[in-house]
């Protein structure tokens, strides 16, 4: 008992340690994203308005319907809202809290399979990665969803041994209610469900109704939220695949989706991404592929339930990835991540190993992180508003990039987004700006490169053929307030970050 004590005293010193120190830094890396704007932006309305049913204020062009995909997601950001206010820090700090109990699973995971100083050793050789730091920062859902992809992890490796009716059910309900934070919740059921089965291979028998109890479950669980979905909107299921095929090609053959997939490692071995800046992945993409190899090996010669659980895992939610078609670089931590618990899982037969491994991944995972959060520190998200505010008020009808959320009031802001839905509407720039009553705009050198470099770029902002007609609109009917250069918050294209980039901002004259 005592024992058990002084493992639990060092476990939690250590996550508050850990906790403690991202605080620091939490709204600094990584750079503030539109998206955490978009996702923020729609809970305040939700707050605002009194009202799960409702969609952003700040698109009125682009399509947008309400449904309860991400429901749990926005309640759980509405209390930080309530408490804190609408910040980039009040929504951080569910990712981050989320991200010290994603820590505590990975330390109960790796502790069903090694011994305590090993299993510590690794949580926090893991706890630097520089992966897993963004996912714990970013306000998005990945960490949310990793969490309980490694809570499922630890059911996984405590029932290895054989796999019942009711552990079934425990999982088919943790992963069910994953639809309610988002669709890549996905990657997490067909991780388990292909853990159970592989647990049951390892152990030479085939139960088919857990598996089948897990799929009618998971199923059940999620027909409650596309249930929900359908209240809110009537013609939910056609919006729902007209914006997935629309926006991200979700219903192209799967053997083009396929296709994609070397592309996509690819994209995360050179650390290309749109709009989102990647740490280095290499080390840990080289680590990942020979533990994979390796702990399948491992798993057939030593018939390891536990390996065989983490390879399922992998497996099943790179497999989800490919179904799915959405190469994002964001959610490649839900099937990169739980690899790396095969850490704990190998036995390592040399005593030297066990204390050298964590210190090696350590001083990588560390290493590899640290150019993007110096990168990211050296732009300043306050003093980008700052700039703003000092030429618009935040509850002056206007017009500028989603980024600038933060600032405004909740009906103030318009996206540039809408802009390329002009055409389909029959309306102008102009005639946008007028029946909008936009006060002012806020634009960046970023939209003209776009424009200049179309089509490459128009999976940002849609087509930006509306460019040349804002810029004559601005020359004819604004006054230019302000500029200032913007290297870090005007440019979203990440390999474009850090160059001179001008931000103008302009009153729409009477």
Known sequence: MRAVRKERLWLFGFLLLWFCLHLLFLA???????????????????????????????????????????????????????????????????????????????????????????????????????????????ARQEIILLFLLLWCAYILFKNRHGITARTAAYLAVLTGLGVGLHPNSLLIAFGCGFAMLLIMLANRKILWRPLLIYIGITGGVALVFVGISLWFDGGFIPHWLTYGDTEFELLVPV????????????????????????????????????????????????????????????????????????????????????????????????IWIKRTVPAVLAAVFALAAIGPVVRAYSYDYDAYLQTISASVSEDTKTLANLNTGFYFDNDALLDVRNLSFLKDNNMSF?????????????????????????????????????????????????????????????????????????????????
């Not at 070397?262 to 990647?278: H, Q």
């Open 430 to 510: 102009a005639e946008y700006v007028e029946s909008r009553g936009i006060e002012a705009i806020v634009w960046s050198d970023e939209m003209n490169f776009i424009y200049d470099h179309r089509p490459d770029f128009n999976v940002l902002y849609g087509n930006p053929r509306y460019v040349p007609e804002a810029e004559l609109y601005f020359q004819e009917h604004c006054t230019l307030l302000a500029s200032f250069d913007a290297p870090g918050y005007g440019m979203r294209i990440v390999q474009l970050i850090g160059e001179p980039n001008t931000v103008r901002i302009y009153h729409v004259n009477p």
């Open 28 to 138: 600094r890396y990584p750079l503030v994203h539109s998206d955490e704007a978009w996702l923020g932006g729609l809970t305040r309305n939700m707050l605002s308005q009194g009202s799960l049913r409702v969609t952003e204020p700040f698109f009125d062009l682009k399509p947008r319907f309400p449904h309860a995909i991400k429901i749990l997601f926005h309640l759980l950001q509405m209390p930080l809202i309530a408490v804190f206010g609408y910040s980039v820090y009040a929504l951080r700090l569910l990712s981050l809290i989320f991200g010290a109990l994603s820590l505590y699973m990975v330390y109960r995971c790796l502790r069903e399979a090694t011994q305590f100083p090993l299993a510590l050793a690794l949580t926090a050789a893991l706890s630097v990665n520089g992966q897993f730091i963004q996912a714990s920062h970013i």
């Open 255 to 350: 053997s083009d989706k396929l296709g994609g997939l070397f592309s996509y490692l690819a994209r995360l071995w050179n650390g290309v991404s749109g709009t989102y800046m990647l740490p280095e992945l290499r080390p840990q993409l080289l680590l990942c592929g020979g533990l994979f190899i390796g702990g399948s090996i491992y798993a057939v010669i030593k018939k390891s339930a536990a390996a065989a659980a983490v390879l399922g895992i992998t497996f099943g939610a790179l497999l989800a990835t490919v179904l799915i078609g959405r190469y994002n670089q964001l959610s490649a931590i839900l099937w990169m991540f739980p690899c790396l618990l095969l850490l704990g899982v190998i036995p390592w037969r040399r």
